[in-house]
């Protein structure tokens, strides 16, 4: 069990360091959220690459609800994704994960502090 999670973490931690090094900036759109019963909750969106579609995912954020979280389903947001790696990348939800690769919280994404947990 040790050894996976050990697996997991440098597996993200890779990821995040060579987006942070190397990102470009663009829109992706939240198409589901799933709820399996043997892990967390994830947002499943897609954004689209020189005509071709990439899907990703992020685990639901502790300050969102899953309930309030079905509100994001159909809307667009930020995502960054790897130069080198289009299959590499992050959905930007809230002003820390902007915060982490160095950008700005943009107004238009303000909509969604009221379904933030305090």
């Known amino acids: ?9 440098i597996n993200q931690y890779t990821r995040n360091k060579s987006l942070k090094n190397a990102f ?16 967390g909750t994830y947002l499943n969106y897609s954004y689209i690459i020189e005509g071709k579609t990439y899907e990703d995912f992020i685990y639901l954020p502790d300050f969102i609800s899953f309930s309030d ?5 159909g809307k667009n947001f930020p995502v ?18 902007f915060a982490y690769y160095g950008l700005q919280y943009p107004d238009s994404l303000r909509w ?7």
Do not use: H
């Open 1 to 9: 069990m040790i050894v996976i999670a050990t697996i997991i973490f």
């Open 24 to 39: 470009i900036i663009g829109t992706g759109t939240v198409f589901s959220i799933r709820s399996p019963p043997e892990s």
């Open 69 to 73: 979280a079905k509100v994001l389903i």
């Open 80 to 97: 960054i994704y790897a130069k080198k790696n289009f299959n590499n990348s992050r959905l930007l939800l809230d002003s820390a994960s």
């Open 112 to 118: 969604l502090t009221k379904y933030f947990r305090k």
